[in-house]
């Protein structure tokens, strides 16, 4: 999805701003209850980048109260999807090692 809103496919575009508009109001709820530093989005939907975080951020804006804003960024997750791999990974050898 995210390939085809760069290449210019609008309707592509419109899915990630609506699905940005989505997760935003979900997060608007958890923002005040949780007060964090940061949002991290991982998975395959941290991979479209600003095409996602920019409606996030936009009805955010629009939906807390100034108090919340610019309090806390937005951010990808640094592993994206190896994050299960690596995991996996860890789990595997701590087992390993434990007999």
């Known amino acids: 999805m995210s390939k085809a809103s760069d ?57 807390l109260l100034q108090d919340y804003i610019g309090q806390f960024v937005i951010k990808p997750a640094e592993l994206n999807d190896h994050a299960g791999i690596i995991g996996s990974a860890l789990w595997a050898l701590k087992r390993s090692n434990q007999n």
């Not at 419109?14 to 964090?36: C, E, I, Y």
């Open 7 to 63: 290449a210019g496919d609008a309707l592509a575009r419109d899915v990630l701003a609506q699905t940005g508009k989505t997760f935003a109001n979900a997060l608007a709820w958890a923002v005040p209850l949780l007060s964090p530093d940061a949002i991290v989005i991982g998975g395959g939907g941290a991979l479209a980048g600003e095409a996602l975080f920019a409606p996030i951020r936009h009805e955010l804006d629009r939906l």
